[in-house]
């Protein structure tokens, strides 16, 4: 009973050492990734290639084949030859096709500017992205489980468009039509001068100059073909001034008949002069 005793305080002993070597071991990996990019660009159609580093700011380097590297596509593209390829080597896992996977990489990452070799790191790669429309940011994630630094882990993947600036839309802009030409402003004037002064060279602009621009709503005539119909607003010829358009006829005709009625008298005044016998 005793040994059975002694068994099992050593295992918890056992155990409560192991858990401080556990995390000192795991301190020993701890290290702060962090994603750098270079825009690509390319025209529609074209590969684009994005240039990309995974800083380690340390302070250790990174257990071996632990880190991986998610990617996600800028909108507007797809993924290229090379990261295709990628795919068929069984390194990475994919979440969409051509457009998102996450992807191991084999070995450690050294601390920047400790690693071996004549290039102390950070190592730049290539990702490289089909051009299919305009784009959208992509990004790039280092995914670590040491990770000291969770939030400088993300960084864009940016692709421009060549010949497009700014790619707003899936094709070039269409040119729109230009504005009417400042003719027709100087034609509205003269005619709302002359309509001011005299309707009936109001009436004769109109017909000459042709169609004129006009603030009052306007209403297409019944039928196809036939004239617009302007609906009144309070401005152009109103009822006082039909009113006095047609006294000024009015009286010109008066006095045209009172001409007339004159005229007659005096013709028939002069006849009887004439037939009237000569006085005894």
Known sequence: MRSVRGFIALLAGAAALSFPLAAQAANGYAADLSPETRTGHAPLGA??????????????????????????????????????????????????????????????????????????????????????????????????????????????????????IPCTRTSPPVSTPSAKPSASASVKATASASASASPSAAASASATEGPVESDFPVVPGGGAGGPDRILSTGGGIDSAGILSMGLIIGGAALLVLLVLVAAVVSLRGRGRDEIAPPAL
């Open 47 to 164: 590969v684009a290639v994005v240039e990309v580093a995974i800083h380690n700011y340390g302070p250790n380097t990174t257990e071996s084949d632990t880190v991986a590297v998610e990617i996600v596509a800028p909108g507007g593209t797809v993924f290229g030859p090379d990261l295709e390829q990628r795919v068929t080597t069984g390194m990475c896992q994919v979440a969409v096709a051509h457009k998102h996977m996450t992807c191991k990489v084999e070995g450690e990452l050294h601390p920047d500017g400790k690693g071996p070799g004549s290039d102390p790191g950070p190592i730049w790669g290539t990702f490289d992205f089909t051009v299919q429309a305009c784009t959208t940011p992509g990004k790039v994630r280092a995914v670590y489980k040491h990770e000291s630094k969770p939030g400088n882990n993300t960084a864009p993947l940016t692709v421009t468009v060549d010949g497009i």
